[in-house]
């Protein structure tokens, strides 16, 4: 079948509009058939080329998996438009066309998101596109030879009813973006003062982040983070229990609750990289709802959680677990887990699980998403000292950065300006509250003048060294230490 570039214009048309209409209705959320598309993307994409987009691209590969998807999403409503073109012709009916592309552009986008209100905005465009194009076209079956005016102003119209779909569109779907959470923020004393205390511990140095984070890192396997009514959320203790519990939010918020600066690092960053992070957060320590359960065995435990997200790893680690609701004194936001994540001290990031549903009480090990794709991630972290901030002043030289030893502390860093011949202790910050959380440190030296190796080391609380071995992220996350070369 011959199609005239009209048609091609206008289903094309017809698919960018249809998802302009999800978004607007879904905004950034799993309901936008885009995020619900990335996510199929990203879980069906081999182990191996997931890791080499983390380890290689970083945060692009999201934006690439994000691109994709949406291309997807254009030319999978494109489709549907150009079948119901067809069943137009061979019905040789006027409505037909945008009908059945409303229809199907509903019904596929309600199956992939599982979202039907969104998806009808979807249906909805994408029909009253290719009804525009049409009536613009003055034939709606285009078996007839196309002439050069209506075929024109098929394509202009077609081109003008999707760009009316995607600017209100993208303006409307933006609007509902905003975490309507991160807003309000909890005045509670406690909060203010130790926020406070650590502001007044953090290291006044140029460049280096406080020692709670003014912005932090985030790590997800889907596009768009879910959105949990906190009434509507509940957590299921399941599995090798002797009876399973359920916990509502407002039940957990009653509980008695306590503030614990923590660091969350991710295995999967570059060895000086940016995914390493603290917040203060409002925990309910988790052995109450595990005894409640009566927990059998000593194996491990499977968390899930509402983006499909699911990790394993041992019971004994879950016992020292916790379930955090807020961060920095504000509602856990929506991007870090909201209403209810993990907290497991001196794990990796990735069994910190967000939006946190279900633990299951396992009899037998099982793999995790990410074990799954080759990474082992649910130990406890490695010791790091980073190197971020170099500021000069005159010929002295300030060196800069954050270590973070898991729950084993960090008590010394330990510099080196001569590429590893001799050392010296830096300044380090006060240790917060907690056993868990990094400490600044910070170096002036004369410049030598000339080029040279900075290196850095940390120190556990019972003095062990930082392995210096160099292993890259992958598999069990980066270790050695952080050097560098500066100029004089
Ligand atoms: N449900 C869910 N939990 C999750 C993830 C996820 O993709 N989904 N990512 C994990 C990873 S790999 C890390 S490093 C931390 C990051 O937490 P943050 O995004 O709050 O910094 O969350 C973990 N918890
Ligand atoms: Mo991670």
């Given amino acids: 079948m011959h199609e005239t570039r009209s048609t091609v214009v206008s289903v094309g048309a017809a698919g960018v509009a249809g998802v302009a209409g999800s978004f607007a209705v879904a905004g950034f959320t799993p309901a936008f058939v885009g995020a619900a598309l990335a996510a199929v993307v990203a879980r069906v994409t081999p182990g191996v080329v997931v890791t080499a987009a983390i380890t290689t691209l970083g945060d692009l590969g999201k934006l690439v998996n994000v691109a994709a998807a949406l291309a997807l999403a254009v030319v999978l409503f494109g489709a549907l438009a150009l079948f119901a073109v067809a069943v137009a012709r061979a019905l040789d009916s006027v409505v037909a066309a945008p009908v059945v592309t409303g ?22 465009a994408a029909g009253g596109t290719l009804a525009v194009s049409q009536i613009a076209g003055g034939r709606v079956t285009g078996t007839d030879e196309a002439t050069p005016e209506p075929e024109r102003r098929r394509v202009l119209a077609s081109l003008a009813a999707a760009a ?28 203010r003062r130790l926020l406070d205390e650590a502001a007044g511990k953090s290291l006044d140095v140029d460049g280096l982040e406080p020692l709670v984070s003014d912005e932090f890192y985030r790590v997800d396997i889907s596009a768009a983070a879910p959105t949990i009514d906190p009434e ?20 957990l918020t009653a509980m008695e609750s306590e503030e614990r600066f923590a660091t969350l ?15 203060l957060w409002t925990v309910v320590p988790l052995t109450d709802l595990l005894d409640r359960a009566g927990v059998d065995g000593n194996c491990c435990v499977m968390l899930r959680a509402a983006d499909d997200y699911y990790e394993e790893f041992p ?31 001196g794990h990796w990031g990735e069994i910190n699980v967000k939006w946190l ?13 990410w074990e799954e794709r080759g990474w082992h991630g649910t130990g406890p972290v490695n010791t790091v000292a980073k190197l971020h901030a170099v500021n000069r002043d005159d010929g002295v030289i300030e060196v800069a950065g954050h270590a973070y030893a898991g729950t084993r502390g960090v008590s010394a860093v330990e ?12 300044a380090l910050s006060e240790q917060l ?56």
């Fill in 357 to 369: 549903t279900e633990i299951e009480v396992l009899d037998e090990p099982a793999e995790g998403y």
């Fill in 232 to 251: 509507e959320w509940g957590l299921t203790v399941t599995g090798a229990v002797d009876e399973s519990v359920e916990l509502g939010y407002d039940e």
């Fill in 315 to 345: 019971l004994a680690a879950l016992r020292e677990g916790m379930l955090a609701y807020r961060m920095n004194g504000e509602p856990l936001p929506r991007k870090h887990g909201a209403p209810v994540r993990a907290l497991i001290p």
């Fill in 265 to 279: 690092r991710c295995v999967g960053e570059p060895l000086n990289g940016r995914k390493m992070d603290t917040a």
């Fill in 415 to 426: 510099v080196s300006t001569d590429g590893g011949e001799t050392w010296e202790e830096a």
């Fill in 164 to 191: 009316a779909a995607v600017g209100p569109g993208y303006l409307l779907g933006r609007s509902r973006g905003p975490d309507p959470n991160e807003q309000t923020s909890v005045d509670d004393p406690i909060v």
């Fill in 103 to 124: 229809f199907g552009v509903f019904a596929v986008a309600t199956l992939v998101t599982g979202a039907p209100l969104a998806s009808l905005g979807a249906g909805v």
């Fill in 433 to 488: 509250p907690g056993e868990d959380v990094w400490r600044q440190w910070a170096y002036e030296y004369e410049s030598p003048g000339t080029a040279h190796e900075v290196v850095v080391r940390a120190r556990e609380a019972d003095g062990t060294l930082q392995p210096e071995d160099r292993t890259n992220s992958f598999p069990s996350g980066p270790t050695g230490w952080v050097s560098r070369e500066l100029d004089g």
